[in-house]
């Protein structure tokens, strides 16, 4: 089936509404997302080797910002027979739907759990993995660590949080570096100057990165001992942290 084309910032919006996950979003979702995240398969397909490698039977995956599925999906065939439980959360409603109607089709679907429900809220239940891709940044600051620390606690002994992150450089030149690599990846997956910088500014407050110090640093104050960053691309920064 033909992915339909995200276009939502290709005309000028005056006033430009603060980006957020509604069902124009939720449409065009795996278009937006491969375009706009280097590397976003691979490293989907990398965090569902290492999700199948440490989990532990009787636990739970929870896939934290699961939006449409798109982890759900690898994770099923990274699997293949083999039993296991996750709860996928997402607060933003048309999400949860796609992605349940996604599922329903699906042999061994019911694995899966998807559930409309805010991550700051829910009580992790005896989880060995936890994915939290592309969605910490979108808490208030102040709010990560309590969100960080119930990861911490709840994890099991050996069980491991899987995180991506948009990240930004501590030192300007380093950063802008970054920005200017990064938007020439958008404009070479056809996004125009107008789309970039709308984007940019709906995300302005809404997506607030972090520097890789900062997120180690987190890490380390929550308790986790055993960090690895084992991929990154300028802003874009996936970690490993198991729990001793
Ligand atoms: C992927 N992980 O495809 N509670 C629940 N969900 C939230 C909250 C919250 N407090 N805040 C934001 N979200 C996915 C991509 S997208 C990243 C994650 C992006 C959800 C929000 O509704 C959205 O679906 C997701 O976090 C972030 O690998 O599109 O840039």
């Not at 002994?157 to 380093?174: F, P």
């Not at 607030?208 to 900062?214: A, G, H, K, N, S």
Request: glycine share 6%; hydrophobic share 40%; aromatic share 10%.
């Amino acid at each position: 089936m033909q992915m339909p084309k995200d276009t939502i910032f290709s005309l000028e919006k005056k006033p430009l509404p603060p980006f957020e996950f509604n069902e124009q979003v939720v449409r065009v979702f795996d278009d937006m997302i491969e375009r706009s995240v280097p590397l976003y398969r691979e490293t989907l397909r990398r965090q569902a080797e290492l999700a199948t490698y440490f989990y532990q039977q009787g636990s739970r995956i929870y896939d934290l910002g699961c939006s449409n599925g798109n982890f759900g999906m690898v994770l099923l065939q990274s699997m293949g027979a083999r039993s296991f439980e996750m709860c996928a959360i997402d607060n933003s409603a048309p999400m949860i739907d796609a992605y349940r109607k996604r599922l329903a089709p699906l042999r061994g679907g019911e694995r899966i759990r998807p559930l409309e429900a805010d991550i700051q809220k829910v009580v992790l239940e005896n989880p060995s993995v936890v994915i939290l891709n592309l969605t910490l940044q979108f808490l208030p600051p102040q709010e990560r660590d309590a969100l960080m620390g119930k990861i911490h606690s709840a994890l099991s002994s050996g069980g491991v949080l899987l995180m991506t992150e948009k990240i930004i450089h501590g030192a300007a030149e380093l950063s802008s570096l970054q920005q200017r690599f990064y938007y020439d990846f958008k404009r070479e997956n056809g996004y125009s100057e107008l789309e970039i910088s709308q984007k940019r500014e709906a995300l302005e407050n809404v997506l607030i990165p972090e520097t890789v110090e900062d997120h180690c640093d987190r890490l380390r104050r929550v308790g986790f001992r055993k960090i690895d960053l084992w991929l990154k691309w300028f802003n874009f920064a996936s970690f490993l942290a198991v729990k001793g």
